[in-house]
Structures are given as structure tokens and as C-alpha cells.
């Protein structure tokens, strides 16, 4: 297995993870040119974030992908982990722990991060259990949002 930062030949794949991963979660179909302009953008401004992902025999079998939160409190930045998905046929294979790994490592390179931060689903009960396996803690904050 290869961990590896998301290049733009990585667009179908990273598309398709997203799409799957919203009507699997949310059972929500987000609109493909949307969603292909909003990877496309990452993928070519590294200043706000990175994807990685993860590849087996030359095929990308999951990927996650990390933007940037400045904190004053701590002058570094967070490093939010979004968009979190693998293969159905490849879960349970340790592939989202080699790539929380890799975004460490990345952080460390760059000087360090104030912490890694992630949402999710409050009934994803095996993606809690997975992140609480690899050290993360429940935050102490809710969060509000208005669209």
C-alpha cells in the first residue's frame, strides 16, 4: 500500500469516494459539477489543504482530505480531516489508520499542528470507535452552523 498526496489524475477517484460517501452518511446525492470544481480547487491550492490517499496496485482504495484552520490561541494550525472515505470491499484493513498517520507526519514536517480535528455522524458509532482507537477524544464542542 501506498499513502500518497492526492494529484489531479486522483479527480475521478476522489469525486467518486465523495459522492459515495454523502449518500452512504447523509443519504445525500451532491451535484457532480459542483462537487468536481470544489475537488478540482484543492487539488490546485495546496493553501488550503491536501488529500491523501491511499493506493493498492496502482488503484486508490480510500482517501481523506485535510484543510487548514489557523489558530491564534496556539499560532498553528488546525488540521480538520474531512471527506473521510474507503472502499467498502477495503474497510477494516487499517487503511484510514496509515493515512491519520500520514497526516501527522505531513503536520510534523510543517511545523506541527494545534490538533487534528474531524467531524462526524453522531450515529457512525464504527468511524467513532475507529477514531477513538487511533487516540482521538470526543471535543468539548458542539458546533452551530447557518446556511
Known sequence: MIIRKGQNNDLNSLVKFNQAMAQETESLTLNEETLTLGVKTLLNNPEKGFYLVAQINEEVVGSLMVTFEWSDWQAKDYFWIQSVYIRPENRRQGIYGKLY??????????????????????????????YQALGMDQSYYLMYEQK
Open 101 to 130: 498517520q500520514a497526516v501527522k507526519d505531513i503536520a510534523i514536517k510543517q511545523g506541527g499542528a494545534a490538533s487534528f480535528r474531524l467531524y462526524v455522524e453522531q450515529e457512525n458509532t464504527q468511524a467513532q470507535k475507529t
